[in-house]
């Protein structure tokens, strides 16, 4: 038996629905004050069909869109609170993708001012580029630290996690 659309559900029936863990929502309650479910007795939370909504932008930007928690508080300030409540149908897209802050532009940004070039350009990063060239930099660091000084390296295969018995 479901319940009625407009229902209020429990914090168990979001997580399923969302299917993040409990503790998550608990977390992004904690960092967008913008998620307000109803408390009862006992602190139970109830959340009503705008709150469902609210929390599904808010997982669609985190886990699909690649935003990082400041990136999607700087669209609901920027944007409002409708925006991030239907970006996640289909169709629907937020008003500037490009000034989105995602973890890899975060990285980008701090290489920047590491260099002494102050804010790096938000050019788009190729993630599978990136982690291939980083891969290649982790082979090559591994075979130094193998090399047993006659020019030859040994590269072993890598650790695997033996099974506890």
């Not at 700087?74 to 995602?102: F, H, N, S, Y």
Request: with cysteine; hydrophobic share 40%; glycine share 8%.
């Amino acid at each position: 038996m479901s319940k009625a659309a407009d229902a209020f559900r429990t914090i168990s029936e979001v997580a399923d629905d969302l299917d993040v863990p409990k503790h998550v929502l608990r977390f992004w309650e904690a960092r967008f004050p913008q998620i307000k479910p109803m408390k009862r007795g006992g602190g139970r939370r109830y959340y009503r069909p705008a709150d469902l909504d609210l929390l599904r932008g808010i997982r669609h930007l985190l886990h699909n869109e690649g935003y990082t928690i400041k990136g999607v508080q700087k669209i609901l300030r920027e944007q409002g609170l409708d925006a991030v409540k239907t970006c996640w149908q289909p169709g629907k897209q937020l008003d500037a993708p490009a000034a989105r802050v995602t973890a890899a532009s975060q990285v980008a940004e701090v290489r920047g001012k590491r260099k002494g070039k102050g804010k790096a350009a938000a050019a788009p990063i190729d993630r599978k580029a990136l982690l291939a060239k980083m891969m290649s930099e982790l082979m090559a660091c591994r075979a130094l630290l193998a090399d047993d000084g006659d020019g030859e390296a040994e590269v072993a295969a890598p650790a695997r996690k033996r099974a506890r018995g």
